[in-house]
């Protein structure tokens, strides 16, 4: 074959192999085909089913679940089959969005039913859905969303599912909620509901509507009882968002029965972002256990959070008897860099518990250190019987 001949066929061959790829390539700038309903499942034109199917089909996230709101909020019970047909066709992953508001939508109309298709529903996230469909149906109905509670018992669900139902109780304004919660079994997963519900009076009404719902919480005064852990969990919730509030309530329950642990909770959450308003307040409470276990817990949490201001606070501080639990404290942080310095402050704290604790801790880690300046102080320290 001449030479021009060559040319040409590579030239054909080349022309046909990009034409072939042209052809199998759609362009770029044309978008991807619509998704196709499984066989069988479209629904006819002009359906509420087909609408649901256009809604889920669409391919902005925040447009899909705009319409798809709209759409099912307009429909009834007698939809549900025909929906269900629809999401089975299009929603193929268990932790769609679009399957809680399924869950939603289905709890409001056949709440049972939606409950147990996601509390057994392998192809679907159930501990989320089981939630979503909870939530709903206690804004209807509590005490029957509360009596599906036993078929969860001793699962990773009960403790979220008694969040949920307490949340949608309170979001459905129903009166009797206080009633409800001194029926329920003591424990975590009471005190993690109503610390759920705290934050959430906190945040969307304020401190002041949050604690007149604590005080309206009849009174039980066991410990780890509905009243006190109402009463602590909304004095916690409300010193994240407003410290002055806490402190003030604090401050009149916190040596009462109701209010027992009130002091050490809003003085941790305190400390953590303001220390010396906290020790401030501190020192203005009356004596006994509860301020002192208060002042060990927000010392050690502003140690925790910042430590080089809660050591120099200290340092300008008079040692006084109130002050006893964070100059325990301060005085094992101390002991690290300068034992013999915490030694002196050991030697200032009146409890004599206390301060026995603190001045051993400091001998011993100066006796690793520098055991023969340890000894020579020992030796010449006027220390209790058997310490030595």
């Known amino acids: 074959m001449r030479p021009w001949g060559v040319f040409i066929a590579l030239s054909l061959i080349g022309l046909g192999f990009g034409l072939g790829f042209l052809a199998a390539s759609p362009p770029p700038s044309l978008p991807p085909p619509p998704r196709a ?25 925040f447009v899909r679940t705009a319409a798809l709101g709209a759409v099912l909020a ?37 709440p049972e039913s939606a409950f147990e298709w996601a509390r057994t529903n392998q192809s679907v996230e159930t501990e989320y859905l089981v939630v979503v469909v909870l939530r709903t149906w206690a804004q209807q109905d509590p005490n029957a ?94 010193a994240e968002f407003d410290p002055e509030a806490a402190i003030a309530f604090a401050t009149e329950y916190g040596d009462k029965p109701q209010g027992t642990g009130m002091y050490t909770r809003v003085a941790r959450v305190v400390a953590r972002g303001d220390g010396v308003r906290a020790m401030e307040w501190l020192a203005t409470l009356p004596d006994g ?44 942080r101390l002991a690290l860099e300068d034992p013999e310095l915490a030694l002196e402050w050991a030697a200032e704290i009146d409890d004599g518990r206390r301060r026995h604790d603190a001045i051993l801790r400091a001998a011993r880690l100066w006796w690793l250190a520098d055991p023969i300046a340890a000894q020579n102080w020992i030796d010449g320290a006027d220390l209790p019987d058997g310490m030595q």
């Open 145 to 238: 969303a509360s009596n599906v509670l036993g078929k969860l018992a001793a699962t990773p669900i009960f403790n979220p599912a008694m969040v949920a139902i307490l949340l949608g109780w309170e979001e459905g304004g129903h009166a009797d909620l206080p009633t409800f919660l001194s029926r329920m079994p003591q424990g975590m997963p009471l005190q993690t509901g109503i610390e759920a519900l705290a934050r959430r009076k906190t945040l969307r009404h304020g401190a002041a509507d949050a604690i007149s719902w604590a005080k309206s919480v009849p009174d039980d005064m066991k410990p780890g009882g509905v009243k006190i852990t109402t009463m602590r969990r909304v004095a916690s919730a409300i």
């Open 37 to 61: 309903a499984a066989p069988g499942a479209l629904p006819a034109p002009g359906t509420p089913a087909a609408a649901v199917y256009e809604a889920l089909l669409n391919p902005d996230a």
């Open 74 to 110: 307009e429909l009834g019970p007698d939809d549900l089959e025909s929906v269900r047909t629809v999401y089975e066709s299009v929603v193929s992953a268990p932790t769609d969005p679009e399957l809680a508001m399924l869950a939603q939508w289905w709890a409001r109309h056949d």
């Open 289 to 332: 256990s509860p301020r002192t276990a208060a002042v060990s817990a927000a010392y050690r949490k502003w140690l925790d959070v910042d430590r080089e201001a809660a050591m120099r606070w200290m340092r300008s501080q008079q040692t006084e008897p109130w002050l006893d639990p964070a100059v325990q404290l301060f005085a094992k």
